[in-house]
Nanobody, 127 residues
Framework: QVQLVESGGGLVQAGGSLRLSCAAS????????MGWFRQAPGKEREFVSS????????YYADSVKGRFTISRDNAKNTVYLQMNSLKPEDTAVYYC????????????????????WGQGTQVTVSS
């Protein structure tokens, strides 16, 4: 069992930055792939980024590539999402999630690949 708690959301002007954190409980954090998703009002939850067990590889949605950076600290059981050059269209509730593994050939882009989810943190970008 893994419990995830996100923090770091808030209100920021366009062009600004935020750093989201996701703290995980349990002793096996390093055995999970981690991902970030987001959901805007009236839209489906969408993939933002994922990272492998060790943090050696990371993947990004095209919409955030070059602006967002995912990282993890397995000693602290925490995954981060550094968000720069924020745009109003980045406004959403951001969720972190943990997966025992991804589908063959996948980078963790599917909601169903994840076993545990946090409660989400609101990010609002004003224009």
């Amino acid at each position: 069992q893994v419990q995830l708690v996100e923090s770091g959301g808030g209100l920021v002007q366009a062009g600004g930055s935020l750093r989201l954190s996701c703290a995980a409980s349990g002793r096996s954090f390093s055995n999970y792939y981690m991902g970030w998703f987001r959901q805007a009002p009236g839209k489906e939850r969408e993939f933002v980024s994922s990272i492998t067990y060790s943090g050696a590889s990371a993947y990004y949605a095209d919409s955030v590539k070059g602006r967002f950076t995912i990282s993890r600290d397995n000693a602290k059981n925490t995954v981060y999402l550094q968000m720069n050059s924020l745009k109003p269209e980045d406004t959403a509730v951001y969720y972190c999630a943990a997966a025992r593994g991804f589908y063959s050939g996948s980078y963790g882009t599917y909601v169903k690949e994840y076993d545990y989810w946090g409660q989400g943190t609101q990010v609002t970008v004003s224009s």
